[in-house]
């Protein structure tokens, strides 16, 4: 009977019986891990896929391993000596969004594997552009995490240098301050995001990131856009879980009614101005473009400097403990002005938005921006020389 057994297992019918349950054995292996592995870089929550997704726009970028350096801090608890990323990152997400009629705007990059940053790769477009080359900036503002930039180069976006490139990052307070933001190779990366103790990351805490996009041949502003940055605590990577309108009627930040009241205060102020503006608008002609107006609440002012009521200069510290509201208004001719809101309270001093719980919020306006700030020299024609300065490097 041993004998028979021995030679049944010889058998060429029974070995290739054998091989065959192994392989499918292998490949069911290999199947579940490659789920497991999917599940675990998705979403911490199942509910947290992106609103919208577009063809992705797959970046020729060779993106760095992922490290774990050390960040040196300095004795006062500043500026870091040395800073690089202590986290692993997923670039394999883009969203997008469609911040009005025809408009798609994308973030991130569609590339395999944990990297050294969240690499950004922002992108606009706009369907009914006539010229398909129209270059855009972008205004980007992060709660707790400063951007990086691949270059500092501070050639407007016309210069030859940049022939072909139609996405920028806004770097200064003037729109001629710009740097590419499209990610190309390793050393051309456009802007990214990596989290670091510096900032507060030990807990490996997320982000958000506020983003206005502005055509920059005119300076109109065509959209305001949020994203969010979440941390997984199971696969211990950062990626881009987010991107929505910004503006309140979408958060739902304010009601209709507060948005259509702070609108309205923003265009009387406009049109009747202060003693530092010359500009004439008149109310009809606001309103005219009012479709194209964005309310939002956003991280703070945009500038480390703004305009008071009166047209003084003041630091934006001065607002730092306010919730700001922020009415951008596209103005023909002279580009999208801002101005902005903020509960009476906290503008008097006191740290709640309401003096009595279930009274209503009492938004007051505390300031302005400037609008299209092209060059500095281009404001000569409606500003005191002496504010000219706002606009330079040290003015921002």
Not at 312 to 323: H, L, Q, R, T, W
Request: aromatic fraction near 10%.
């Amino acid at each position: 009977m041993s004998r028979q057994r021995a030679e049944f297992y010889k058998n060429p019918v029974f070995i290739a019986i054998i091989i065959s349950a192994m392989i499918m054995m292998v490949s069911g292996i290999v199947v579940v891990s490659t789920r497991l592995e999917d599940k675990l870089r998705g979403s911490e929550n199942e509910g947290d896929a992106p609103q919208e997704h577009i063809n992705a726009r797959r970046a020729e970028i060779i993106i760095s391993e992922a490290s774990e350096e050390e960040v040196v801090i300095t004795e006062d608890g500043n500026e870091p000596l040395s800073m690089k990323s202590s986290g692993t990152y997923l670039n394999n997400r883009v969203l997008s969004v469609a911040p009005g009629y025809g408009m798609t705007f994308t973030l991130g990059l569609e590339r395999d594997g944990l990297s050294d940053a969240l690499y950004l790769n922002p992108h606009f477009e706009y369907t009914y552009a006539g010229n398909p080359y129209e270059a855009y900036g972008y205004l980007m503002k992060t709660e707790r995490v400063p951007l990086e930039c691949a270059e500092t180069s501070d050639s407007p976006a016309w210069s030859a240098d940049y022939a072909g490139l139609t996405d920028f990052v806004i770097t200064g307070r003037t729109y001629d301050r710009v740097v590419p933001a499209t990610a190309l190779d390793p050393n051309r990366y456009g802007v990214r995001w990596a989290d670091s103790p510096a900032y507060g990351g030990a807990d490996h805490a997320g982000d958000q990131m506020r983003i206005l996009i502005i055509r920059l041949s005119d300076g109109t502003l065509m959209g305001a856009v949020k994203a969010d940055i979440s941390y997984d605590i199971r696969t211990r990577t950062y990626s881009l879980r987010s991107l929505t309108e910004s503006d309140v009627s979408s958060t739902g930040e304010l009601s209709e009614d507060e948005r259509e009241h702070l609108i309205q205060e923003a265009i009387q102020y406009l049109a009747q101005g202060n003693s530092q503006m010359t500009m004439n608008l008149t109310r009809e002609e606001l309103e005219a473009q009012m479709q194209s107006f964005i309310v939002e609440h956003p991280l703070g002012v945009y500038y480390n400097k703004l305009y008071d009521t009166d047209g003084n200069v003041v630091s934006s510290g001065a607002y730092s403990k306010c919730e700001i509201y922020a009415v951008h208004l596209n103005c023909d001719g002279f580009g999208y002005f801002t101005v902005y809101f903020a509960p009476e309270p906290q503008v008097n001093g006191l740290s709640m938005r309401t003096l009595d719980k279930g009274e209503q919020m009492k938004l007051v306006l505390i300031g302005y921006d400037a609008f299209a700030p092209f060059t500095a020299e281009s404001f000569s024609s409606f500003l005191h020389p002496e504010d000219i300065s706002l606009f330079t490097e040290t003015g921002n």
